[in-house]
């Protein structure tokens, strides 16, 4: 029997998935069903008796036959508990349980939870829908729960339920229309809406347009999507844009979404819906369709975008040339290669032929050669062209290129040597040897560089062949690197001096120590140029067998041998060029002096001091940069009074670079110049930031003692240095300097302790609140204002203090801090005796809006200091009570032009409407003009 009731589930869910008649499964289903139900017949007799929970129980028994019969007489019970009972069966292990209670749960259960659970877990069996007509059931289930319920049922994570929910979606909108999922695009539940929009485009009845249209302003972009999308369907215009804009959403999983709906109606109904947006009025839209038309992939897009290059709107030829190279297609070739020959030079132009040239790159095609190779003269198109090309040679490969390297056309041949350079081929050798001699300067110059990029040994000897014709040989020959050292040094005795030249210079580049001796004798060479490459060479391979000969070249030469010369010895760090160097620190070259002081600070011997501090006074610009530069990589202690001394001159390059140099010296003496420094504004950033390094090299506990020293400089610069980590560790001494006889440590004090953090500080700096310097006073506040919370309790406490400075200050940092604790001892405090205090505390209450102070404000514009009435003015408007309009407007009036216009400033801030809503609340005519 078990194997019966299996074989006629089974064989009842193959026939009505291959579908077969009705009639036929109806037959089946009594004939076969008839000995399993013998038990159910009497259940169903019996069933007013039937204690419904007897039959759950039943549903966990060991025999299938039970089970089902249970099942299927649950399915008969309609009633108080069925659905309840019912819906445990539909998590049964046995399929023929699941499937009649589920047919149970479609056709007469009334409990959303029941029918919740259904489509969130049930495993629909094939032959499920035997017992009913699939269109009646679907019937039932929507008018006992509604379309919402079914609407969830699309977008449930099991494959048949959809299924079950789709069918059943169909066959309302084929009965009814479109109007009951046209009332779920209004529920609450975007998710709803979004999958409700989607049946709507499924079904395709245009009669939903409207409703589409509206729901593209739903706050949800999925709901947005999907009803640009369902539009796009119905073939209404209105879908096209938002899924043009969707399509770069930076939402990837959007953008996505947007494009496949966008394609989804295939290629020739998108082109046609897409050929009219081309030509929209809307510049943004147009350049969107050509976008999508790219997405198609088909060559029949070509002829409408190639009409687009010629369009007026620059964005719009951008996005065409490159949706034609995205397509690919060998049709476009020409039409983007004309692009790139318009002789207009503005910016806009620029950018489409940029993008004309990345498309002819993705397409691939050998005819882009000449073309490309021209826009690379293009210094504006030279990157794109360069990327375009090497994308056409990874497209095409070896052989068409060396095809096209025999070309009549010296465009062509360019573009394919040009190409090669981006394959690196070996099979490409033998044919770009042959146009080391084009009669083309410009095809030499790049087959010498694609020859270098091949790394071929049997390119060497021809690339040194024509070191003196071909400006890029010698770079090619160091791109195939060391196995052209041999080659190179034999080139030094060639009898161009160009060549050799160029032959000294490649060997600097490779690198190779081997190659020393030779540029040491090419030192002695006749030609200056020579000489002055070699020198170049030998310090770029910082071998010190060559410092003897290259000190012994720093006399009776020219000027460019010398500089070389110089370069050279600074690498090699030689201590034997120190005294040839420090002769030509006063030769009459600036460019010389310079040159020879940098190789000093290079060499970094000490004994050059003194000769490098001479050159702090130099006439020159530049000696005086070269020289300072050069005393802070010597870090000789003798420098910082001679480099100070630069700091308080002209405030130019030389003076940055002192200070720097100070900064690397680590010598405390420097606290005091840096410091002065940072009044000055040209210098105070890099004053700073040497402050900060030499505090870090001099550390904490020196910086301490700084702050001791008699010098109120040495003071202010330790107390600069130690804004920051430092400061932490000398929270005490910074406390003690908050009492220092100058104003400006103190206040730098204050700063580093608030930079610092520690609540140690806290105490000590609300009692220096009382500065009597007003600067002072501030930079306390702002440190404590750093504190935040913690500092509420001390500043409260100080609005209590005889000071009244400190009054005032404690009340400013209060509102910054914005704590609510500050309220009442700020209002406490509205009637202080010093106006100070009272036009801070004014204040403090605006900026926390605090609106039981309104009436303290409203008073204070009777203050008898201007001060006081012009904050309690701005206050008030930034209270934003009401009850505050007349009297602001009464306080117009002033006879003091600053409480003027702060009066009017605040009638700003309640708006011109409000103004007038209260003046004719209270019958007041005069006109009021707050503009």
């Known amino acids: 029997m078990e194997g019966l009731v299996k074989i006629i589930v089974i064989g009842l869910g193959a026939l009505l998935f291959v579908g077969l008649a009705w009639p036929l499964a109806k037959r089946l289903s009594a004939r076969l069903r008839g000995r399993a139900r013998h038990s159910v017949a009497a259940v169903a007799r019996t069933k007013a008796k039937l204690d419904a929970r007897l039959l759950c129980r039943s549903l966990g028994g060991r025999d299938p036959r039970v089970r089902a019969a249970a099942a299927e007489a649950l399915a008969d019970i309609v009633g108080a508990g069925g659905a309840a009972n019912i819906s445990r069966a539909l998590s049964a292990q046995d399929l023929g349980v699941r499937s009649f209670a589920a047919t149970w749960v479609l056709v007469h259960c009334h409990d959303p939870g029941a029918v919740g659970r259904y489509f969130a877990g049930l495993d629909l069996p094939p032959g499920l829908s035997f017992a009913r007509d699939p269109e009646w059931i679907m019937g039932q289930l929507v008018d006992a729960l509604g379309v919402e319920s079914l609407v969830a049922g699309l977008g449930d994570g099991q494959e048949d339920a959809r299924s079950m929910a789709g069918l059943a979606a169909d066959e ?7 109007a009951p999922f046209v009332r779920v695009l209004d529920n609450k539940d975007a998710n709803l809406r979004r999958l409700a929009a989607w049946v709507l485009g499924a079904f395709g009845d245009p009669d939903a347009a409207p409703w589409l249209a509206a729901a593209l302003h739903d706050a949800d972009i999925w709901v947005h999507l999907e009803a640009a999308a369902a539009l796009w369907k119905v073939r209404d215009d209105r879908g096209a844009p938002p899924l043009l804009r969707l399509m770069n959403s930076d939402v990837e999983e959007v953008a996505a979404r947007a494009t496949a709906r966008l394609t989804g109606l295939g290629v020739v109904k998108a082109l046609e819906k897409l050929t009219p947006l081309l030509r929209d009025r809307f510049s943004g839209l147009r350049q969107e369709a050509a976008r999508a038309l790219a997405l198609l992939n088909d060559r029949r897009a070509v002829p409408l975008l190639v009409e687009a290059l010629a369009e007026n709107t620059p964005a719009l030829r951008e996005e065409a040339a490159r949706a034609l190279g995205q397509i690919g297609h060998a049709s476009a070739v020409e039409p983007l290669s004309a692009v790139l020959d318009d002789k207009r030079r503005d ?18 095609h050998i005819k882009a050669l000449a073309p490309l190779a021209r826009a690379r003269q293009d210094a504006e198109l030279k990157s794109a062209a360069e990327e375009a090309l090497e994308a056409l040679a990874l497209a095409q490969g070896v052989g068409p290129l060396v095809n096209a390297l025999a070309n009549e056309d010296e465009a062509i041949r360019l573009g ?16 770009l040897l042959r146009v080391l001699d084009d009669p083309s300067a410009k095809v030499r110059h790049e087959a010498a560089l694609a020859l270098g990029r091949t790394g071929h040994a049997g390119a060497v000897e021809p690339l040194v062949g024509v070191l003196g014709q071909t400006d890029t040989a010698w770079q090619a020959l160091v791109e195939i690197g060391p196995m052209a050292v041999g080659a190179l040094l034999g080139a030094l005795k060639a009898p161009s001096a160009l060549a050799r030249q160029r032959a000294a210079t490649a060997l600097g580049q490779i690198g190779q120590d081997r190659a020393t001796p030779g540029l040491i004798e090419a030192l002695a060479d006749d030609d200056a140029q020579v000489r002055a490459a070699a020198a170049e060479a030998l310090g770029q391979l910082a071998d010190r067998r060559a410092a003897g000969p290259l000190v012994a070249l720093l006399d009776n030469q020219p000027n460019e041998v010398l500089l070389s010369a110089a370069q050279a010895l600074g690498r090699l760090h030689s201590g034997v060029a120190v005294e040839p160097l420090l002769r030509m620190t006063q030769r009459q070259d600036p460019a010389l002096r310079a040159a020879a002081a940098t190789a000093l600070g290079q060499i970094g011997d000490g004994g050059a001091a003194g000769g490098l501090i001479a050159r702090l006074e130099d006439e020159n610009w530049d000696v005086r940069v070269a020289a300072a530069q050069a005393l802070g990589e010597l870090k000789n202690p003798a420098a910082v009074a001679p480099l100070a001394k630069l700091l308080s001159g002209i405030s130019d390059q030389a003076a940055k670079t002192a200070a720097m140099a100070l900064a690397q010296i680590g010598d405390a003496r420097a606290l005091g110049p840096l410091a002065a420094a940072l009044s000055e504004p040209a210098l105070r950033a890099v004053a700073d930031e040497a402050l900060k390094n030499l505090g870090q090299i001099l550390g904490g506990e020196a910086l301490a003692g700084a702050l001791h020293g008699r010098d109120a400089g040495l003071r202010l610069g330790a107390a600069m240095a130690l804004r920051g980590e430092q400061g932490k560790k000398a929270v005490g001494p910074l406390i003690e300097a908050l009492e220092d006889p100058s104003p400006a440590v103190r206040g730098a004090a204050a700063q580093a302790l608030g930079l610092a953090g520690q609540a140690e500080a806290i105490p000590p700096l609300a009692a220096a609140l009382g500065d009597q310097l007003k600067s002072v006073s501030a930079s306390v506040g702002e440190a404590l204002e750093r504190f935040g919370e913690a500092a509420v309790p001390a500043l409260i406490g100080r609005l209590g203090s005889g000071n009244g400075r400190a009054r005032a200050q404690a009340a400013a940092s209060l ?7 500050a309220i009442d001892p700020l209002k406490a405090t509205a009637s202080d005796p010093q106006p100070e205090v009272r036009a801070s505390v004014m204040a403090a209450l605006g900026k926390l809006a605090e609106r039981t102070a309104a009436d303290l404000a409203i008073a204070a514009l009777h203050d008898s200091h201007r001060d006081v009435r012009a904050a309690a003015a701005l206050a008030l408007g930034q209270i934003g009570d009401d009850k505050a309009v007349r009297p602001l407007l009464r306080a117009k009036g002033d006879s003091v032009k600053m409480v003027r216009e702060a009066a009017l400033e605040a009638l700003r801030m309640f708006g011109k409407e409000k103004v007038q809503e209260v003046m004719d609340r209270y019958g007041l005519e005069e006109s009021v003009n707050l503009d």
């Open 172 to 178: 309302i909108c084929r009965v009814e229309g479109v």
């Open 347 to 364: 910016a806009a132009v620029k950018k489409t032929q940029a993008a004309a040239a990345i498309a002819l790159g993705r397409i691939g």
């Open 416 to 431: 394919a040597a040009l190409a090669l350079r981006h394959v690196g081929d070996e099979h490409a050798v033998e044919p």
């Open 815 to 821: 509102a910054a801090i914005a704590d609510r604790r």
